[in-house]
């Protein structure tokens, strides 16, 4: 099998359908894939997740800051011997070691702002995507994939300069998807710090990118809110106040610390964003979803002071626990928090989600649950029966709205 046939093998491993829809074009060496949207918006983090997913090595080129030597225009002196043995002095061009580097396994080759880089570095690139070659080094045509990326110019407040036909010819052009819903699924919900997510979650996404057209028709360079930008902050924050630097999940060391460095730096990451970020961070209670399981009424007088998203990000996090794991008490305290609550809507949500998990969990032997109760721990048991019993309408449209409306469960 060679190298593309087991590449495109992998293909159903890719998790959306905008990761499948980039990788076929890279991987059919049809033309190169060039994606094209504002700054900061997750354009090359996708193309890194495609090259992960299908295990490729990737190199990153940012086209307008490399210096021309990195695309193979760099001259080393030496001698060429004529027919007639004649010594001639010459040069020829050395390849950068990326290009090595590439050719030896399979990797995905990623060209940033290609059209925000200098004439002769387009030619370079044209050169490159055309037959494969750097200076004078021909790179493993067999092992080597190519995609590109590029900024938008005045909508984004880039300057760029538009392609001529030769390099149009060579691209499969496509706008890249940049809302809210696809970075929290491609990137920020497993990487970004949860109380980044959590506040984006309560603006429905709409915080997460500035209005670059209203910035740039004031000449305003000052920081502003991206994906990118969310991102970086979330860095700052899961590496100086999150327990564990390395889990978005994680609580932070001490809330009110972490509150008032973020007050006083997040501006340098999201601009003005970072003002409602920070009332949001005040307004919270930092109630945890353990101390809710382990006793409500320590909790009940802080939750009278919490807004609506609080309460949805408790509920998401008991969405997120295992039936498994819950004792009696814990169930307990979970009634007595969606009794509290009222929303109809959110306790809803929590009983489905429930359901779904529970069936995810145990997908071959769920139906079996009302006829034989032995085959589950006593713990799911009990809690599962305990919430369908509770709220059966919920659970009679959660499976009616699943693949398992004929499930029987007792």
Known sequence: MSVQQELVSKLHLLETDVQRKYAEVILSKSATLYIQDKAGVGKSSVLRKIANILGMQVIDLIISQIDEADLGIYPKTGTYTMKDGTQVECFRYLPPEWAVRASEVPTLVILEEINRSTPEKRNACL????DYNVGQYQMNKDNV???????LGNEDGNDV????????NRLCIMNHVSDYPTW???????????????YLESKNGVSIYDDLHLKNNKSDKSPFASHRSWSNLSKYIMTIHHTDPKDPNSDVKDWNTFVTSVKKVSSGFIGNSA??????????????????????SLIENKLRRSDVSEKTRLLNEL??????????????????FLEFIQEKELVANYVKNVFLKANKDNINIIH?????????????????????????DIFKQAI??????EMNLG
């Not at 994939?145 to 900024?151: I, K, M, R, T």
């Not at 295992?322 to 007595?336: A, G």
């Not at 009616?400 to 409306?405: A, F, I, K, P, R």
């Open 275 to 296: 003002n409602d970020f920070h009332r949001y961070l005040e307004s919270k209670i930092n109630i945890s979803s353990k101390d809710l399981i382990q006793d409500f």
């Open 161 to 168: 300069d538009m392609f001529d036909n030769a390099m149009i």
């Open 145 to 151: 994939y190519f995609a590109a990326s590029g900024n």
């Open 400 to 405: 009616s709205g699943s693949s398992t409306e």
């Open 127 to 130: 050169q490159i995507l055309n």
């Open 319 to 336: 969405c997120d626990m295992r039936l498994d794991d819950l004792d009696e008490n814990n169930m307990n305290n979970i009634f007595l």
């Open 184 to 198: 929290k699924k491609e990137y920020g919900s497993k990487n970004v710090s949860k109380y980044i997510m959590d």
């Open 368 to 392: 079996l649950i009302g006829s034989c109760p032995n085959l589950f721990s006593d713990n799911f048991y009990r809690n599962f029966m305990a919430i369908k019993n509770k709220y059966n």
